[in-house]
């Protein structure tokens, strides 16, 4: 259920879309594996240059590209622009090796676990440290100088993590490192797995109400019992104005895990101004769903189900031009099937709602995960502990130069690093803030807290720079 | 050339074993493949641990194997052991992936680039990650507790860089590392390639004499010139007593390869102390094998070749007992084959010899080395600059808890780190030692340097783990 939720994620970047970030699409070619000699295959990574704001001798700023296309995060990263041409700074965006133009087997990159096995944090990262090293060398024509013309990394989300990750294991490359709601300690046992649906029930309580979160609670059991019926599928769908009729159990499974992540999204994308989405939202989105949840009455299952279903239309037809409901909504233009490998082999974050949160209880098996993504792509989970071994997992002294910030009223600041681990490894927490919302362009509406935040990247960068 | 001197400084160790070093053998089974998921073989990886000294919170001192049977490393690096019982220290040696027991794929291991491939550093350091969680989590107890149980890691030669780059990119998993003759900056340009030669001649001009530089200087030309005929070449090869006698051009190619081989591995093993090697040599043998070559006195070539090969005896036949010289030296038990594959493909270092040196002129030729590595393996050698982009080259600042200790008559130190980084990063530099001397067990004749340098050791050690 829970694969999904990055990939939503990113869609939400393409809301704001300003259309004169532009840019010049370039490729590299790096080596598919960096790490063993089996194969000296290499392929084309994609990557995107502004050179607009440069002035010779500033940095460059370089964005680790995460789970889609890279014009989609060039498009919806605008604090780097906003802040370019106070660094003089040349501003890149590195695509992820598996998504948008960077496939190193075309067409056929997903069609086997022999393909898609390069698909891994590691060799992104040795992906990214090729592009700087090549920009550094070639572009900028500074010969293995590391002082001239510095790196700083940014990121969102998994992006976050990969600059994180990227100045935690090459210090080399990046002198430092914005990683936004980077949840890279949602490994293992490293955050409990409830949490992440317990901030979304806060979020709901907040935003909403207490009402709001009582009635999604009671929701899943009423609408399992309406369904239990062909009849009660029929009302349903047709309440709902679904384009296919649910018929089998299954496909009430398939609405459950559809409406979770509704409820996730909105957490993730409450921002205080509106934003376009796959669908477009209104500001503060899951206020407005709440205060028309909490405007029906009901007296019975049928009743509850009804009124949630237009609701919903907060999220589903906010516009009021969708024709009906598809519950099996997936974007043609983000790489779903890359990512779901990705959470599915070696990122494995356990999730589990409980009956404290306002989800259908679901508890974490590591066993039917693992199970589950061993019959879709034919490959078991590796061993869970395996990133915490790799990136270090909660013990960060070592390391120096990173700003983690976090939205806490973003589910996915549960598995972020929301606390100074020593002076240079720092951590700020938007007390008011959705996923990454400091890496987006300004806005008026924007709260103090995301502004604060801003403004202490910028202190931040400006001290790695050694600029007064 | 030069691909045998790492082999050479391996077969060194076997001197002056001591069989009281006992250990259980053990093995884990360890991925082939860590960074990606095109395979999910794994392997059985030899371990050594001996608990005679560990007391219950005491560290491990973890000995990062190189390109060899680990039990040569378990019976040779005395340091670990005559400093475990004030430490109270559990001692384990991890063997490399590819060397002794530690066969991916058995015999076959070598049998092809496709299986070969999986040799490299950044998946030997993997494994010893993963051996060092194994052991903190299942054999010392300690569940992901990071301050229990502290690793300490050491390792001399290749080891040694492997102990560094350890702790470089995994600081979770070694607390610190004692990197002894480790020369990780020998990749690309950062060492200038006469470097290595410089220092064999320096030590050959301080332990012998400068006549003894310049024999050595003018014999390349010398034995050429005698060897061009046929009857030349049967003269060397009955002066010199050889089993079989040089018959083409390319036997005489491989005469001065050897030759110069043997040249590097005196410098190398000039310790105080007589040793037993693949041949036993007595207390420093640059000085012995320098006498003799002083004491002959010659007009022409011939009488030059004559007294060389006279004093290589001190190299070649100190017990007296050589019935006859064979320039094909290898070893059957050291991983000759798999290192020369890692010297050619990964961790490639630059050498060269010049007028200015005691050695025949030899420009450094990528071109011709990768070349030759392609005939040898089927794969060409990879960017010679990768190892810096890994590892971080010359800029070590943001690593901590390393000591790099160098005998600066080792001629490996011109690949080592020789100078204070930082508060945490730290050099010793053995003014009169030879490679690694100071892993060594103590002995009488080590001069106050090494000594020295063990107690500088042991500070170092004391104050990662916090003992006053």
Redesign the interface.
Known sequence: MMLLLFLFSIILYWHNVKSHYAFETKFIEV?L????????KTFKLRYLVNRSFHVKGGPVFIYTGNEGDITMFAQNTGFMFDIAPEFNALVVFAEHRYYGKSLPFGNESYSS??K?????S??AL?DF??LI?YLRQYYLGTV?S?DTYPFIAFGGSYGGMLAAWLRM?????VLGAIASSAPIWFFD?MTPCETFYDIITNVFGHFGTDRCNKTIQMSWEAIRNVTKTKQGKKFLSHSWNMCNELKAATDVDKLLDWLSNIYVNLAMVNYPYPTTFIVPLPAYPVKIFCDKLNSFKFDDNKGLVSALGKALEVYTNYTGKIKCININITSEDIGEYAWDYQAC??LIMPMCSTKKDMFEVLPWNFQKYSDDCFKRFG??S?EP??P???Y??K?LR???NIVFSNGMMDPWSCGGVLYNISATVLAVNITDGAHHSDLRGSDPADTNYVVEARKFHIRAIRKWLNIN
Do not use: M
């Open positions: 080596p594996d960096h790490f063993s000699f089996t194969t000296n676990p022999a898609l096995g390069y698909l891994t590691s060799q040795a440290v090729y090293e293995i590391y294991k090459y210090p080399n490359s046992n082999i070696e490959v078991h590796s502990h395996w915490i071994l790799e270090g997992g013990n070592y390391f120096s």
